[in-house]
């Protein structure tokens, strides 16, 4: 079994910045895919950004490419999601997902076996 921990959410003004963190226990993924994903109010779950742990390679949406950056730390097990130029649009129950079966970033939500609880990013105007 894998725990996914998020912690770094928050209340930020537009223009502001978060950096979430996503703590992994349990089995380890040494080459194995990981993201974000997002849940704004009322809509469905969406995709953020994804990266390859054991290459580093990354996607990102549309949405937030060029805004934020996903990272890992090898050592520590920790996935990272560095928020900058947050608009409100941004708010959402964020959420780290790691995949058992892929190697490559993926987009999609059914590749990943394994999802944190989520944490809460208020973006206000």
């Known amino acids: 079994q894998v725990q996914l921990l998020e912690s770094g959410g928050g209340l930020v003004e537009a223009g502001g910045s978060l950096r979430l963190s996503c703590a992994a226990s349990g089995r380890t993924f040494s080459r194995n895919a990981m993201g974000w994903f997002r849940q704004p109010p009322g809509r469905e779950r969406e995709f953020v950004a994804t990266?390859?742990?054991?290459?580093?390679?990354?996607e990102y949406d549309n949405s937030v490419k060029g805004r934020f950056t996903i990272s890992r730390d090898r050592e520590k097990n920790m996935l990272y999601l560095q928020m900058n130029s947050l608009m409100p649009e941004d708010t959402a129950v964020y959420s780290c997902?790691?995949?058992?079966?892929?190697?490559?970033?993926?987009?999609?939500?059914?590749?990943?076996?394994?999802w944190g609880q989520g944490t809460q990013v208020t973006v206000s105007s």
């Open positions: 997902a790691a995949s058992s079966k892929r190697l490559t970033p993926t987009p999609r939500e059914y590749d990943y076996d394994y």
């Open positions: 990266l390859s742990w054991l290459g580093g390679s990354t």
